[in-house]
Each structure stands twice: as C-alpha cells, then as structure tokens.
Nanobody, 119 residues
Framework: VQLVESGGGLVQAGGSLRLSCAAS????????MGWYRQAPGKQRELVAT????????NYADSVKGRFTISRDNAKNTMWLQMDSLKPEDTAVYYC?????????????WGQGTQVTVSS
C-alpha cells in the first residue's frame, strides 16, 4: 500500500485546511485508515481514524468538533477537513492504513505533509 498526502501549508489561526491521502497498491484487508501528527520534539499522536465502511470514526479530544475525517473507497482517497485551526495544531500530518491479514496487523504510512498555523 502506498499513501500520498497533500494539502498541507501555512494558515492563520482560525483558518481551515483540507488534507488528502491517496492510496494505491494492494488495498484489500485494509480495516481502517487514519491521520496522525507529530510536532517537533513530541511523539506521533492519533488525530482521527475511520473504518473501511466509513461508519465509525474516532477523534482525539483536542480536535473534536473542529476536524472531520472522511473517505471515498471508490476513489481510494481519505480526507481530513481541519477548521478553526490553532497554533498547537502545527505538526507534520501522516496518513495511516491498518491492514489485517491472516491475523497479522501491518501499518502503512505516508511521507507526511506539514501544517503550520500562525498566531
């Protein structure tokens, strides 16, 4: 599975950005996808996840009510709509895919896209 993120950039506090993640390669047995982020000097943290069917989502408390995760399986694409951005949202955002095959869990990652929110 190859994952390519796009849509990052510089935005002022209160603004919006929409990240995209395009998936290619072997997509079967992908159970869920998600967005993670890593700020300088900090560990990578979960932002939001969505199941393959799209019927279940999960958000970090810090982004609830501001971010929305969605996906289109026909287009093999996932998005993260980020509204009311805050300087503390500044980080490199990574797309993730979780594959489960014969009981083995494998995580795939994109190269990351930088999001910078100025105050």
């Amino acid at each position: 599975v190859q994952l390519v993120e796009s849509g990052g950039g510089l935005v002022q506090a209160g603004g919006s950005l929409r990240l995209s993640c395009a998936a290619s390669g072997i997509n079967f047995n992908i159970k869920a996808m998600g967005w993670y982020r890593q700020a300088p000097g900090k560990q990578r943290e979960l932002v939001a996840t969505i199941t393959t069917s799209g019927d279940s989502t999960n958000y970090a408390d810090s982004v609830k009510g501001r971010f929305t995760i969605s996906r289109d399986n026909a287009k093999n694409t996932m998005w993260l709509q980020m509204d009311s951005l805050k300087p503390e949202d500044t980080a490199v955002y990574y797309c993730n895919a979780l594959r489960v095959w014969l009981g083995v869990r494998s995580n795939y990652w994109g190269q990351g896209t930088q999001v910078t929110v100025s105050s």
